[in-house]
């Protein structure tokens, strides 16, 4: 069994802000670019599967070649291996082909072991779609578990795992291969160590283009409009008054004409 | 042609949100001189199929079988493709939940159309669908249309009003369960509801938020916010800072990494307004700020504030809404 874990570099959460029109059109995005959030859950669990079931792990990205650090960041918590899919192979291709890409990286992670686990983050901070995994489980043609809070166990090829939805929370069965999707419940990230720091940085991380992985065209949203949605400057009103309460009082009475109550 | 939309049903009972897709997807149809088609998959439907009648779908598409009591991608995903080719759909939508997001994700990847995940608006230019929603995490909002013979899309929960049932006129048809059980590779072996009375915090029409501002007596603070919520029959949120202090669970976080929200109120208690926070709350119609630092960045955002301790305001607004409320 080989564990595989898909991670997105994305723009720091503090500079989206700044995100321009431009910027999102092109994609040359001039923020500093880390590991997803979202995807730090997934690589820690793909190590601590690793871990307990004695299997590799390897961290899958597909960006532009040179950009590595989701990878290293990865590497330095302790992935096994990285693997970077030179963003190139689905041209101006969206989630399809994004999806059908990775799921073509994983077959070649495969190596001797076979990858049985394919381990996604809930959603980029940029793309904001949680479609990625589900594409890559249907190109796969795997089963797929979302919002995974906890895998109890692996045993005799089926993974037991716990999920949450909005009404309640499931423990689930289902045999290998699988794709999951962790929500941020499931662990604790780990900081990488000093010395997975060094390890990675010394790592070469092979890249997969077009002569390794084809995909074919698919255009089927064309984006357009974009804009800045700029937030409705309100002048805030505030209560003053010589007591909380009649603070308070002022307050409750402005909502109550607002009708929202 | 018809607008198909999937009638999200939880342990039986209809996700509501999906009720102001489908009358989102009438007038769309409308528009599109198409028909509206509801979709619903459970142990027992009839009672739903009727409503999403009297909510104004042109025809049901329903199944009903043992084997469908229990939401499992592979068996749901089977019939929402079944529907789409008896319905001939143009488009198949969903309510933006977590499962509403993977179903509608599943058939738009199988069909090779494309998606508008987390959509927020939909409507019609030019006899074509267009889909809103927003990238990089609300910073950046773009408009699609779609390519694919099929658009689909999931659906940002209360991004339409309410409708009234109007009455019906329409058809239910049947769809056949096409896997048996010995067939679906995912088995649920346990089930545990979400608590009772608990207000879900996406469809929630306000919201009393808590946040760092709690920290001289963490569970005295949540109390007090937690008597407001439930004076206000509110749902209860907090920032991250107040969830990584242990003060309340992660599932009430709002925020980037925490859950969207866009209710019509949302009061935060004791929170700064940090960008992370903004990126899940931004979008509420009327946000109120209770802080004690005039300074703090939530009040750009606010539209009224009260600038004090909230161990004070916190409980006087709660007697101030019980007096007007009672
Ligand atoms: C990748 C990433 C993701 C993140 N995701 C999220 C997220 O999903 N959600 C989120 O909320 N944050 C998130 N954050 C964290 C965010 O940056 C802030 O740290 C956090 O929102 C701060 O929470 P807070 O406002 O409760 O605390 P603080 O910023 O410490 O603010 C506390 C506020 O309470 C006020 N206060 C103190 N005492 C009182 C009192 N007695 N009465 C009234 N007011 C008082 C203070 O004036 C202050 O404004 C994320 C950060 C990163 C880097
Ligand atoms: N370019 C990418 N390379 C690797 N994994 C990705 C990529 N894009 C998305 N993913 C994975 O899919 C998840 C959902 O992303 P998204 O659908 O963009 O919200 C992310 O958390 C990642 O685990």
Same mark, same amino acid.
């Given at each position: 069994m080989k564990v595989a874990v898909l991670i997105k570099q994305t723009p720091d959460t503090a500079e989206l802000p700044k995100i321009t029109v431009d910027e999102a059109r092109s994609g040359e995005v001039g923020a500093t670019m880390v590991l997803n959030p979202w995807d730090e859950f997934a690589v820690e669990e793909a190590i601590d599967l690793a871990d307990r079931f004695s299997c590799e792990s390897a961290a899958i990205s597909l960006g532009r070649v040179g950009e590595t650090d989701a990878l290293k960041h990865a590497l330095a918590m302790g992935v096994d291996s990285g693997l970077l899919v030179d963003e190139q192979v689905i041209g101006d291709g969206g989630e399809w082909e994004t999806a059908e890409a990775l799921a073509e990286a994983v077959k070649i992670a495969d190596g001797e072991e076979g990858v049985s686990l394919v381990l996604a983050?809930?959603?980029? +901070?940029?793309?904001?779609?949680? +479609?990625?995994?589900?594409? +890559?489980?249907?190109?796969l043609g795997w089963d797929l578990l979302v919002n995974v809070t906890r895998i109890v166990d692996i045993v005799d090829g089926k993974l037991i795992a716990e999920q949450v939805f909005e009404g309640g929370q499931e423990t689930v069965e289902t045999p290998l291969p699988v794709v999951v999707s962790v929500a941020k419940e499931i662990n604790e990230p780990r900081y990488p160590s000093f010395m997975g720091i060094r390890k990675a940085s010394r790592a070469q991380i092979p890249v997969l283009g077009e002569d390794e992985l084809q995909v074919g065209p698919s255009s089927t949203v064309r984006w357009e409009g974009m804009s800045k949605p700029e937030p409705e400057r309100v002048e805030v009103r505030i209560f003053e008054g010589s007591t909380v309460e009649e603070k308070a009082e002022q307050l409750a009475d402005a909502l109550l004409a607002e009708k929202v109550i | 042609?018809?607008?198909?939309?999937? &009638?999200e049903l939880n342990d039986g009972r209809v996700v509501t949100n999906c009720w102001e897709l489908l009358a989102k997807a009438k007038e769309?149809?409308?528009?599109?001189? @198409? @028909?509206?088609?509801?979709?619903?998959?459970?142990?027992?439907?009839?009672e739903a199929a009727r409503m999403a009648l009297t909510y104004g779908a042109d025809t049901v598409?329903?199944?009903?079988?043992?084997?469908?009591s229990r939401f499992r991608l592979q068996p749901y995903a089977a019939l929402a493709e079944q529907a789409v080719e008896r319905a001939g759909a143009r488009a198949f939508l969903t309510n933006g939940s977590i499962r509403g997001g993977t179903l509608a994700a599943t058939v738009a990847c199988r069909q090779k159309a494309g998606i508008a995940a987390n959509a927020s608006d939909l409507r019609v230019e030019e006899g074509?669908?267009?889909?809103?929603? @927003?990238?990089?995490?609300?910073?950046?909002?773009?408009e699609l249309r779609f390519e694919s013979r099929l658009a689909v899309a999931s659906v940002r929960p209360r991004s339409f009003p309410m409708p009234e049932p109007v009455g019906s006129s329409g058809a239910i048809e049947m769809l056949d369960a096409v896997l048996d059980e010995d067939e679906i590779r995912e088995k649920v072996t346990d089930f545990r509801a979400a608590e009772v009375g608990e207000i879900g915090l996406t469809d929630a029409h306000i919201i009393v938020s808590g946040g760092r501002g709690v920290a001289a007596d963490p569970p005295k603070g949540f109390e007090l916010v937690g008597e407001l919520a439930e004076t206000l029959g509110a749902a209860l949120g907090a920032s991250r800072?107040?969830?990584?202090?242990g003060y309340i669970p992660y599932k009430h976080q709002v925020g980037q990494t925490g859950k969207t929200v866009g209710p019509d109120l949302y009061i935060a208690c004791g929170i700064s #307004?940090?960008?992370?926070?903004?990126? #899940?709350?931004?979008?509420?119609?009327?946000?109120?700020?209770?802080?004690?630092?005039?300074?703090?960045? &939530?009040?750009?955002?606010?539209?009224?504030?009260?600038v004090d301790d909230l161990f004070e305001a916190v409980p006087a607004l709660t007697a101030a809404f019980r007096k007007r409320l009672a």
């Amino acid at each position: 069994m080989k564990v595989a874990v898909l991670i997105k570099q994305t723009p720091d959460t503090a500079e989206l802000p700044k995100i321009t029109v431009d910027e999102a059109r092109s994609g040359e995005v001039g923020a500093t670019m880390v590991l997803n959030p979202w995807d730090e859950f997934a690589v820690e669990e793909a190590i601590d599967l690793a871990d307990r079931f004695s299997c590799e792990s390897a961290a899958i990205s597909l960006g532009r070649v040179g950009e590595t650090d989701a990878l290293k960041h990865a590497l330095a918590m302790g992935v096994d291996s990285g693997l970077l899919v030179d963003e190139q192979v689905i041209g101006d291709g969206g989630e399809w082909e994004t999806a059908e890409a990775l799921a073509e990286a994983v077959k070649i992670a495969d190596g001797e072991e076979g990858v049985s686990l394919v381990l996604a983050g809930k959603m980029s +901070v940029d793309g904001n779609s949680g +479609v990625i995994y589900a594409g +890559v489980a249907c190109k796969l043609g795997w089963d797929l578990l979302v919002n995974v809070t906890r895998i109890v166990d692996i045993v005799d090829g089926k993974l037991i795992a716990e999920q949450v939805f909005e009404g309640g929370q499931e423990t689930v069965e289902t045999p290998l291969p699988v794709v999951v999707s962790v929500a941020k419940e499931i662990n604790e990230p780990r900081y990488p160590s000093f010395m997975g720091i060094r390890k990675a940085s010394r790592a070469q991380i092979p890249v997969l283009g077009e002569d390794e992985l084809q995909v074919g065209p698919s255009s089927t949203v064309r984006w357009e409009g974009m804009s800045k949605p700029e937030p409705e400057r309100v002048e805030v009103r505030i209560f003053e008054g010589s007591t909380v309460e009649e603070k308070a009082e002022q307050l409750a009475d402005a909502l109550l004409a607002e009708k929202v109550i | 042609m018809s607008i198909l939309v999937w &009638i999200e049903l939880n342990d039986g009972r209809v996700v509501t949100n999906c009720w102001e897709l489908l009358a989102k997807a009438k007038e769309l149809a409308f528009e599109l001189e @198409t @028909t509206s088609a509801a979709l619903l998959i459970g142990d027992e439907v009839d009672e739903a199929a009727r409503m999403a009648l009297t909510y104004g779908a042109d025809t049901v598409y329903a199944a009903a079988d043992a084997t469908l009591s229990r939401f499992r991608l592979q068996p749901y995903a089977a019939l929402a493709e079944q529907a789409v080719e008896r319905a001939g759909a143009r488009a198949f939508l969903t309510n933006g939940s977590i499962r509403g997001g993977t179903l509608a994700a599943t058939v738009a990847c199988r069909q090779k159309a494309g998606i508008a995940a987390n959509a927020s608006d939909l409507r019609v230019e030019e006899g074509e669908l267009v889909a809103v929603r @927003t990238i990089y995490s609300g910073n950046i909002r773009a408009e699609l249309r779609f390519e694919s013979r099929l658009a689909v899309a999931s659906v940002r929960p209360r991004s339409f009003p309410m409708p009234e049932p109007v009455g019906s006129s329409g058809a239910i048809e049947m769809l056949d369960a096409v896997l048996d059980e010995d067939e679906i590779r995912e088995k649920v072996t346990d089930f545990r509801a979400a608590e009772v009375g608990e207000i879900g915090l996406t469809d929630a029409h306000i919201i009393v938020s808590g946040g760092r501002g709690v920290a001289a007596d963490p569970p005295k603070g949540f109390e007090l916010v937690g008597e407001l919520a439930e004076t206000l029959g509110a749902a209860l949120g907090a920032s991250r800072a107040a969830v990584d202090a242990g003060y309340i669970p992660y599932k009430h976080q709002v925020g980037q990494t925490g859950k969207t929200v866009g209710p019509d109120l949302y009061i935060a208690c004791g929170i700064s #307004g940090a960008i992370q926070h903004l990126a #899940g709350m931004g979008n509420s119609k009327i946000i109120v700020a209770i802080n004690k630092d005039r300074d703090a960045p &939530i009040f750009e955002r606010a539209k009224y504030g009260i600038v004090d301790d909230l161990f004070e305001a916190v409980p006087a607004l709660t007697a101030a809404f019980r007096k007007r409320l009672a």
